[in-house]
């Protein structure tokens, strides 16, 4: 059984940091690329960053971009969003991500094999 275990979410001020966390089990993380999304309310859930399956290279969409960073740890099987200069625009639930085999630079949701149950990031003004 497939497991995605988001964790790290909370409330903050705009500007701070967050640093998202998401543990997998069930799959050979390796093989997967891994994704964040998220979804405020009354919006789609759209893509925010992913990392191939060996860490590098990284994707990001424009609204994050030089603020947020993706990594991931293959011997934890975990992948980490870092998100820094929060503003209440990121306001949303934060889902994680897995697929496999894919070079896209932007992922849309009925590509992924693995959601996470999400984690609610909320950044106050």
């Known amino acids: 059984q497939v497991q995605l275990v988001e964790s790290g979410g909370g409330l903050v001020q705009a500007g701070d940091s967050l640093r998202l966390s998401c543990t997998t089990s069930g799959l050979t993380f390796s093989d997967y690329v891994m994704s964040w999304f998220r979804q405020a309310p009354g919006r789609e859930r759209e893509f925010v960053a992913s990392s191939s399956s060996r860490g590098a290279p990284t994707y990001y969409t424009n609204y994050v971009s030089g603020r947020f960073t993706i990594s991931r740890d293959n011997s934890r099987n975990t992948v980490y969003l870092q998100m820094n200069s929060l503003k209440p625009e990121d306001t949303a639930v934060y889902y994680c991500?897995?697929?496999?085999?894919?070079?896209?630079?932007?992922?849309?949701?009925?590509?992924?094999?693995?959601w996470g149950q999400g984690t609610q990031v909320t950044v106050s003004s």
């Open positions: 991500a897995a697929l496999r085999h894919t070079e896209a630079t932007y992922l849309y949701t009925s590509w992924i094999e693995y």
